[in-house]
């Protein structure tokens, strides 16, 4: 298969795992990040990094917006949403901070695309991105042209941006006024 055509297959594949969120989930998602006083996410991994992505997004909107593990993350507590990410389902370290987090009195909304696996079930509210991850990138159940999770992680790219764009035009946010809170230090 030519460098052309996998691009082509990889992109219909991402395309078509993000056209199939539902639109309840995304206005859902829309309305918990609304509603969060502050957001905190997390994700292992190269979902880690897709959550770092989403998060920088957020706070480019204006919400208080952080990452977990980074030396200027608050508490979190009543009011507050942690928002995990965890494709095949549950990771440890997704499951212990939900624990955290439910103790605190913070919310949980988990990212995946198994609502089966052990974060969706401890979450308030679960976003399912039907795309493939390492819990089902081996055998038969294997159909990216991606390796293992890559599927997963670029619909999340994608599937971010779309949210950010509802998110904006829920909060009346001009896109100038997002702009101005992109850092100059670079």
């Known amino acids: 298969m030519s460098l052309a055509d996998q691009a082509t297959r990889a992109a219909a594949e991402i395309r078509e795992a993000v056209a199939a969120i539902a639109p309840a989930a995304m206005s859902g998602m829309v309305d918990e990040l609304a509603a969060a006083r502050r957001i905190v996410c997390y994700g292992v991994g190269r979902e880690g990094l897709m959550m770092r992505a989403l998060a920088m997004r957020l706070y480019h909107m204006g919400l208080d917006a952080h990452v977990v593990g980074d030396m200027s993350c608050p508490p979190v507590g009543p009011g507050d949403l942690l928002l995990v990410s965890a494709g095949p389902g549950g990771f440890s370290t997704v499951d212990g901070l939900i ?16 609502p089966q696996g052990s974060a969706s079930r401890a979450a308030d509210r679960v976003f399912l991105i039907p795309a493939q991850t390492m819990a089902n990138d081996k ?18 790219f994608l599937a971010f941006e779309l949210l950010v764009l509802a998110l904006r035009d829920h909060l009346g946010e001009p896109p100038d006024a997002m702009r101005a809170r992109h850092t100059n230090l670079e």
């Open 139 to 156: 055998g038969p159940a294997a159909t990216s042209v991606l390796p293992m999770g890559s599927l997963f992680e670029g619909a999340q």
């Open 99 to 114: 624990g955290v987090a439910r103790t605190a009195g913070a919310r949980v909304a988990c990212i995946t695309a198994q």
